[in-house]
């Protein structure tokens, strides 16, 4: 199989992480990354997303398109929970669901499955929510900074499970552990958030290679980076129901894999996506409803996407 029919294939498990949407005030986040408000005990999570394929950038970063008729695109469910620990202490977990729909040259494929589940643990170092409505003192100034915990598991169907093709695939195959960091402030009527990550994937042996049996061989993907920068602005209506609107810039970049403990050169890639995000919560906060899109507007290696997601959040 071509590396033009593996890249979109890619793009299922890089789902850029939407920003903390004033998360020390109202919670809210990705399905992957549900953030409890800081007064919430638990919450409940349902987002929906379509990933529309549209050509790739090759390794020179050159967009090139997909042949003529093509259509490729991915929808996804994704159920996720977050529960309080403690004070300062929050864990959720995310499992999506995959429906792959692709006509390529002569090759239709239609299939579904799990794809890779989340597990996360944060910590937030503010006691109290850390929104403000006017600046009185310096310590209203003072940012809500969550340090998190994340896992990856391999549930979904890798290309090292009993594929018939590519297209079969919902999932990556491999365990990865990341260090994330979130600092997230609002000044009532702007908000901002900075999102930063680190990734490492653990090795893995592998003896089936895109449905073929293959020589035994260890392999381990690249360290992952992720970054993402986003600005808001909050409308209230009548009821004190909130309306924020976010602007934002996000980018994931994977090295190298290794196999056998040898650097596979070529197989790094990196991604660019300039989001759009509107979102309204509750006076009580308990309600979240957002949707949004997020447009690939540069990247190496990778394949060119536009990404539309709706979700409802609940929290208790």
Known sequence: MSALLRSPILALALLASASAQAGSCC??????NVLLPKTSERMVDLTSSAE????????QGKWEADPAGSDL????????????LADNWQASAALPYAWNRNHYNQLQSNTSG????????????F????????VRSPKDLQPAIY????????????????????FDITGRGFYRLDTNL????????????LQLGWGYHFERDVNRD???WVEPYRKQLGQRRNASLSVGYVIFDSNMNEFTTTLGLSQVEEDNARVNDIVSHGTSFMKRAANLAFSWSSMDKDWVIKTSWSHAIQGTAFPATDIYSFGVSHAF
């Not at 799990?114 to 170092?125: G, H, K, N, V």
């Not at 340090?147 to 590519?166: A, C, I, W």
């Open 114 to 125: 799990l794809s890779d589940a989340q597990l996360s643990l944060w910590y937030e170092t």
């Open 127 to 134: 006691d109290n929510p850390m929104c403000v409505y006017k």
């Open 210 to 212: 895109n449905g073929t």
């Open 52 to 59: 529309i394929y549209d050509g790739q950038w090759n390794r």
């Open 27 to 32: 919670g809210g986040g990705s399905g992957a």
């Open 147 to 166: 340090l998190g915990l994340g896992l990856t598991v391999p549930t979904g169907v890798s290309p090292y499970d009993d594929v018939k093709d590519n």
């Open 73 to 84: 695109r991915q929808y996804r469910l994704s159920v996720a929970g977050a529960w309080r």
């Open 182 to 193: 979130i600092v997230d402030k609002t000044i009532y009527p702007w908000t901002a958030a």
